[in-house]
T-cell receptor, first 113, second 114 residues
Framework: AQSVTQLDSQVPVFEEAPVELRCNYS??????LFWYVQYPNQGLQLLLK??????LVKGINGFEAEFNKSQTSFHLRKPSVHISDTAEYFC???????????FGQGTRLTINP | DTEVTQTPKHLVMGMTNKKSLKCEQH?????MYWYKQKAKKPPELMFV???????INESVPSRFSPECPNSSLLNLHLHALQPEDSALYLC?????????????FGDGTRLSIL
């Protein structure tokens, strides 16, 4: 069975500082990995996805993530955050043929001025 | 603007009421999903429809009844709900329902049971 662990439930950072949100997964088969963002009172928006190929994936809003198979990680990074990045971030995994996304517990990113 | 539209945005109902949540997408997707999300938690999958057929039911109580009238529409019929059913209900869609195809979410219906 697949599982996703987001190592930090809350991450406070100052505006314009870099940030890394950590995600580890476990799966016995090849996986597809996703990061979603949820702003207050909204649904989930896809930030980026890893399906295959280059391990460095670039997404929207200046975010990127790196797939590391040996460490079973898919950490999300942004070099300089803005107040508008305050949101809940979810890492998710699925495998080929699966209709289900398995979500991590989420990381609350808070940007302080 | 989201490409998956959910109505209503808010719903308050008593435990004896019957109501329906609606979801619509015009992206040509053939898989649609219902999720339940409690505060400060990730979404929990309830149902998956693939090519208008129910393919996954995550042991959801029968007071929740999904319906997929066509490939663009997904309904969730509610009857005799309990206070613990108060949550944000999210609809999502994807191209074909297989792994690797990202799901597109609506903004949800916030449901309160009195």
């Amino acid at each position: 069975a697949q599982s996703v662990t987001q190592l930090d439930s809350q991450v406070p950072v100052f505006e314009e500082a870099p940030v890394e949100l950590r995600c580890n997964y476990s799966s016995s088969v090849s996986v597809y990995l996703f990061w979603y963002v949820q702003y207050p009172n909204q649904g989930l928006q896809l930030l980026l996805k890893y399906l295959s190929g280059s391990t460095l994936v670039k997404g929207i809003n200046g975010f990127e993530a790196e797939f590391n198979k040996s460490q079973t990680s898919f950490h999300l990074r942004k070099p300089s955050v803005h107040i508008s990045d305050t949101a809940e971030y979810f890492c998710a995994v699925s495998d080929q043929g699966a209709q289900k996304l398995v979500f991590g517990q989420g990381t609350r990113l808070t940007i302080n001025p | 603007d989201t490409e998956v539209t959910q109505t209503p945005k808010h719903l308050v109902m008593g435990m004896t009421n019957k109501k329906s949540l609606k979801c619509e997408q015009h992206m040509g997707h053939r898989a649609m999903y219902w999720y339940k999300q409690k505060a400060k938690k990730p979404p929990e999958l309830m149902f998956v429809y693939s090519y208008e057929k129910l393919s996954i039911n995550e042991s959801v109580p029968s007071r929740f009844s999904p319906e997929c009238p066509n490939s663009s529409l997904l309904n969730l019929h509610l009857h005799a709900l309990q206070p613990e059913d108060s949550a944000l209900y999210l609809c999502a869609s994807s191209q074909g329902g297989q792994g690797g195809q990202p799901q597109h979410f609506g903004d949800g219906t916030r449901l309160s049971i009195l």
